[in-house]
């Protein structure tokens, strides 16, 4: 009896078991992005609906210089400007990068390319001071590299990732851009945006987060 007792015992266990089904705990993570390369474009599109509005907008509009304010400074001791008003880019050799805001007339066009751009004197002397990137295709990393505060490199897992959300950045900037209608020969821009340098006597190029056609 005693056998048949432990038996049944078992039997009604291994029922009981069998109904049951083990299911494991996932990590928190295991929901969102993977942390090798082909998570990058999910995490960066994350991390830039996060904080290009939010923070590295306004971290641009609140470090901005008027261009002649700033080529005073760099002609003066480029050293000084940049220890006061910039921020280098990773790596050795790395420009420098300014903040910008100001205005100008449009003074040369190009825009029979990918990676169009438009001259602009700010200084109303009649010859460009600077060159705006417009896009599709805009070279550097400015816009990163400007706000190291919000994209520190060793956040990001090596220098692929990293370079993959400079283009990222510079995608969103040029697609939020609003662009003067027809011939913009002639028209007055007011704009910001980053400027980076390795000296004084190098050419402005501008990535621009924001240009206005004034009236």
């Not at 300014?98 to 205005?103: G, P, S, T, Y």
């Not at 897992?157 to 950045?169: P, S």
């Amino acid at each position: 009896m005693k056998f048949l007792t432990v038996t049944a015992l078992c039997l009604a266990s291994a029922m009981a078991l069998s109904g049951c089904k083990i299911v494991p705990n996932k990590a928190a993570d295991e929901t969102g992005p993977a942390a090798d390369a082909s998570g990058d474009a999910a995490r960066i599109a994350i991390l830039l609906a996060e904080s290009y509005t939010q923070k590295l907008v306004p971290r641009i509009a609140e470090k901005a210089q008027t261009v002649a304010a700033l080529r005073a400074e760099i002609d003066a001791d480029f050293a000084a400007a940049s220890a006061a008003h910039g921020a280098s880019g990773a790596g050795a050799g790395a420009p420098v990068n300014f903040a910008l805001k100001d205005q100008g007339k449009v003074v040369a066009a190009k825009l029979d390319s990918r990676a169009r751009t438009l001259d602009i004197d700010t200084d109303a002397d009649g010859t460009a001071d600077l060159a705006i990137q417009l896009g599709p295709v805009v070279r550097g990393s400015a816009l990163r590299d400007v706000a190291p505060e919000i994209y520190d490199f060793t956040s990001f897992r090596d220098q692929i990732e990293f370079a993959k959300l400079g283009r990222a950045l510079n995608d969103r900037a040029t697609e939020g851009l609003t662009l003067p209608e027809g011939d913009p020969m002639g028209k007055t821009l007011r704009f910001t945006g980053v400027v980076p340098l390795k000296s004084a006597k190098e050419k402005w190029l501008v990535t621009p987060v924001a240009i206005e056609v004034l009236p």
